[in-house]
């Protein structure tokens, strides 16, 4: 889910747990944490300044996207690298996946390649909230490898989800709503019968179902991080069972 605000992305932690043990990460791992997570916060900063610039300047959201498309995809496309970084902090490849591939998903095979849906106010609010949501998450990452965590980022981290998830989330699939029209009317990314590979694929009905998916990991995602910040703001004891 792409506005999903799960912990574990391959980032956030010098020490890792193994054989019930601290082991710390290598120098160079480290170092390039700390980098990429700078790098990150810093990217999303910019975006974040030229939507504000964008929108003083001209007084309307419409043409937002299209002044800001190159920093968005840029930084959220080099996010892949998180997947990677599951080698070396030990979290969930398949959760990190799947979380960095919404995102991309939705920036290019929903807002990059549907123009006429650029303009709605669901791109602009999940551009929002992805933002803040991103400059804290970034930034909390870096002053944790550093070891240095200021409390307003750690309470930052751990509230603005409450509204920020849903917020998102409503975006997305106001997103995806909306783009289902000029996606059934041209029929884009589909694939028809008959045809060489004797497979068919509908892209419509493949949005369709990506919005229903929704409903399932919402409400666990939402949960987590219910009980996560009970767990680091209040220090409250949180057993975890087992799927």
Not at 25 to 30: F, G, M, R, V
Request: aromatic share 16%; glycine share 6%; net charge positive.
């Amino acid at each position: 889910m792409a506005s999903s605000e799960e912990d574990g992305n391959g980032n956030g932690s010098v020490e890792e747990k193994e054989n019930g043990k601290k082991r710390r990460l290598s120098t160079l791992a480290t170092a390039w944490l700390i980098f990429y997570n700078i790098a990150m916060t810093a990217g999303w900063l910019v975006l974040g300044i030229a939507m504000a610039r964008f929108y003083i300047q001209r007084g309307t959201h419409r043409g937002l996207f299209r002044s800001v498309q190159k920093i968005l995809k840029f930084f959220q496309t080099f996010a892949l690298l998180e997947v990677v970084h599951c080698a070396v902090v030990h979290t969930s490849v398949l959760v990190t996946g799947v979380q960095v591939s919404s995102r991309i998903f939705m920036v290019w095979f929903i807002a990059h390649s549907i123009k006429q849906i650029q303009n709605e106010e669901s791109v602009i609010l999940f551009l929002v909230v992805w933002t803040v949501t991103e400059i804290t998450r970034y930034s909390f990452y870096t002053f944790n490898l550093l070891n240095h965590l200021p409390y307003f980022i750690k309470w930052a981290r751990y509230n603005f989800f409450i509204i920020l998830y849903p917020a998102g989330v409503a975006g997305e699939l106001l997103t995806i709503y909306a783009a289902l029209p000029y996606v059934k009317k041209t029929g884009m990314y589909s694939l028809r019968l008959p045809n060489k590979y004797n497979v068919s694929f509908d892209y419509y009905y493949f949005l369709i179902i990506v919005m229903f998916s929704y409903i399932p990991l919402f409400p666990q995602l939402y949960l987590h991080m219910l009980r996560q910040r009970r767990k680091v703001l209040h220090g409250e004891v949180i057993v975890e069972k087992d799927d």
